[in-house]
């Protein structure tokens, strides 16, 4: 069962759109976390966020906790070829890690 | 500079060979967990474990088993490999003081 479900799958935007990526789930996780991957690497983590509401910047990049703790968003303004990559949400619930489906964006120069 | 390093970045073994993923981590992390990726499903944890010789199934750990014989190092074992069990293999490792996974490049399994 995929508790966590992220819209859209797949993204291709030219370079300065702005685009937003949700992660939705049913169930309440302790934190959320934001995770970047690129072609043959891992995961790499972008943000951690923990108060329902949180609302925390990185850069380019705005990340928001759902009050709820059930949801969160990915906001990317004028986005750049080198945000390209797939975006992946990660709920935690004591040790365990639940990812979402993931979303692939490509922005075109 | 902090890494989790992986065996192998590719392999291709035939059904019903007996497969060994080796994972090493240098950061004296507590957890360490095996995740396998496949397209449209985001990753799925096979296993993990949070101190040395301590495992603990992830969401489908059917097919596989794992060993911890010291801290630094994970491995997951596919007793007799499927075609089903051809996917990315992604290890990784956290502190208990937080939350943030650290992962190495992954291990592209192909089984024939």
């Known amino acids: 069962t995929q508790l966590l479900e992220q819209s859209p799958q797949f993204l291709s935007i030219q370079e300065g759109e702005n685009l937003t990526v949700y992660c939705n789930s049913s169930s309440v996780f302790s934190s959320l976390q934001w995770y970047r991957q690129e072609p043959g690497e891992g995961p790499v983590l972008l943000v951690t966020?923990?108060?329902?509401?949180e609302v925390k910047k990185l850069k380019r990049l705005t990340f928001q906790f759902g009050d709820a703790r059930k949801d969160s968003s990915l906001h990317i303004t004028a986005a750049q070829p080198g945000d390209t990559g797939l975006y992946l949400c990660?709920?935690?619930?004591?040790?365990?890690?639940?990812f979402g489906t993931g979303t692939r964006l490509k922005v075109l120069a | 500079d902090v890494k989790v390093t992986q065996s192998s970045r590719y392999l291709v073994k035939r059904t019903g060979e007996k497969v060994f993923l080796e994972c090493v981590q240098d950061m004296d992390h507590e957890n360490m967990f095996w995740y396998r990726q496949d397209p449209g499903l985001g990753l799925r944890l096979i296993y993990f474990?949070?101190?040395?010789?301590?495992?603990e199934k992830g969401d489908i750990p059917e097919g596989y088993s794992v060993s911890r014989e010291k801290k630094e190092r994970f491995s997951l074992i596919l007793e007799s490999a499927s075609t089903n069990q051809t996917s990315m293999y992604l290890c990784a490792s956290s502190s208990t003081r937080n939350n943030e996974q650290f992962f190495g490049p992954g291990t592209r399994l192909t089984v024939l």
């Open positions: 474990s949070y101190d040395v010789k301590m495992k």
């Open positions: 966020v923990v108060t329902g509401g």
């Open positions: 990660a709920g935690i619930r004591t040790y365990k890690y639940i």
